[in-house]
């Protein structure tokens, strides 16, 4: 194995932690960052698909900034037109001609999107979706799916991982707020039902299926693992929806991009009236991205929905969209990042297999649990060992493979992934392997 000596010091992280804890709530930027154990890492740099931290140990990187980074950390094709175009300016609060760049070249690969609108985050963009929704169909309703997540706004951070005394029963699910200082009535018109259960959703259409405005959903759920949805699931939703006049919302801000340059989408032959898109179509500066049918985005072209920022289409994050789609349209790219992940995904079966774990995912990304897998729904992870999958992961970190520090897992492989890094990942998951104790 090359480089990663027996015990690890985070000795400057760990500085680092407390000084930052001072400062700054709980030490992190973001919630699930304070999981990472025994404290929180800093990182000093990356380059492509491994980052080094503050007390020089160096990790091969599958979580990938949380997905966006699909050209790996500091791509020199990404770095030189960042350079370029903040030394062009970084904001104009106006038009410019990489709006119309990104745009055309999206509307070209995305099937749904027929116009698009440019944001920051897959937050901003879900949540313009469902305004755009409602505002088409003067209905108020939105149908989500437990174990999804679309961003933490008040209305749609619902059932994204309620445990089983929370959630209710499976044919009728609460409606379980992520946070504190979610008031109710901001999500009482937001119903949860099972993935993958369209007899559910036949249900739910047949009773209130006039007051419905959209059904918002991943096309291959990303956030408890990585599950791909049940053959006719979503041809289902397709026909319900349009039987019943309702939206479909494909929330793409995982798959976009990186299942196909047409997003799933493209893969699993069912186009959504609207899209959101975010993470890996900027490679890892800020962009979002809403789309659908034109006569839909005429609400938006003409200000009936308000969709606004001083942020949106700014030039330096809309610079890196063509980057990464230019560097994925290159012959073989996605076969060849899905024909590595494939290699990995075998290796870390065969080696957590013994331990009762399992590994489960599609194309680019996958998951591993500690339970019965694979997962069909939300709520077959209630039978998986969290304390299984925290102990592995903080043995992966100690051996120096950087993977999401919490127990719903996801790994991203990059372009920049090679062979070589495999094989390595495979020597160091077998080290950590040796480490956990049960
Ligand atoms: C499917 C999905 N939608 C939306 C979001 C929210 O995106 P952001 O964190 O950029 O607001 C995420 C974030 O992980 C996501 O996985």
């Known amino acids: 194995m090359t480089g990663q000596p027996g015990l690890r010091s985070l000795a400057r992280s760990r500085d680092l932690m407390t000084a930052t804890a001072r400062v700054v709530a709980g030490g992190v930027g973001s919630a699930d960052r304070a999981l990472v154990a025994p404290h929180p890492i800093f990182i000093a740099r990356g380059a492509g698909p491994r980052m080094w931290d503050v007390d020089g140990n160096e990790y091969v990187d599958y979580l990938l900034g949380y997905g966006p980074l699909v050209l790996g950390h500091a791509h020199p094709r990404l770095v030189e037109a960042l350079t370029q175009q903040a030394r062009l300016g970084t904001i104009y609060g106006a038009g410019h001609p990489l709006e119309l760049a990104a745009a055309e070249r999206l509307t070209a690969l995305v099937p749904s999107m027929e116009q698009v609108r440019f944001g920051q985050s897959g937050t901003e963009a879900v949540e313009s979706a469902v305004r755009l929704a409602r505002a088409a169909t003067g209905r108020s309703l939105i149908l989500k799916f437990e174990g999804h997540y679309h961003g933490w706004s008040d209305q749609i951070a619902v059932s994204y991982a309620p445990g089983a005394e929370q959630a209710g029963p499976a044919e009728r699910p609460a409606t379980v707020p992520m946070s504190q200082g979610q008031p109710a009535r901001t999500y009482q018109d937001v119903v949860v039902l099972g993935w993958n259960d369209l007899a559910a959703v036949q249900r739910l259409f047949a009773e209130r299926g006039g007051r419905i405005a959209a059904v918002l959903t991943e096309p291959i759920a990303c956030n408890y693992g990585v599950i791909e949805p049940a053959g006719g699931f ?27 340059l047409g997003g799933a989408q493209a893969v699993l032959g069912v186009t959504p009236d609207i899209t959101c898109m975010g993470k890996a179509v900027s490679g890892g500066v800020p962009a979002s991205v809403i789309g659908g049918r034109r006569d839909l985005m005429e609400l938006i072209a003409d200000r009936r929905v308000f969709q606004s920022g001083t942020y949106n289409t700014n030039p330096l994050c809309l610079a890196a969209i063509p980057v990464v789609l230019d560097r994925l349209a290159e012959p073989g790219t996605h076969a060849e990042m899905e024909r590595l992940s494939r290699r990995l995904r075998a290796g870390i079966a065969q080696l957590i ?26 709520r077959d992870g209630w039978q998986n060992s969290t304390e ?50 049960f």
Do not use: N
Request: hydrophobic content about 40%.
């Open 388 to 437: 299984k999958i925290m102990e592995l992961k903080r043995a992966l970190w100690s051996t120096g493979v950087y993977t999401k520090p919490t127990p719903r897992d996801i790994w991203y492989v990059s372009t920049e992934h090679t062979e070589a890094d495999i094989d390595e990942t495979l020597e160091r998951a077998a080290e950590a392997v040796r480490l956990v104790r």
């Open 353 to 378: 297999g013994p331990l009762g774990g399992y590994v489960q995912g599609t194309s680019t990304m996958f998951g591993i649990g500690f339970g019965p897998g694979p997962l069909r729904t939300m």
């Open 234 to 260: 979503l041809p289902g939703l397709r026909a319900l929806c349009d039987r019943h006049g309702a939206l479909l919302i494909f929330d793409e801000v995982q798959t976009g991009v990186r299942i196909s």
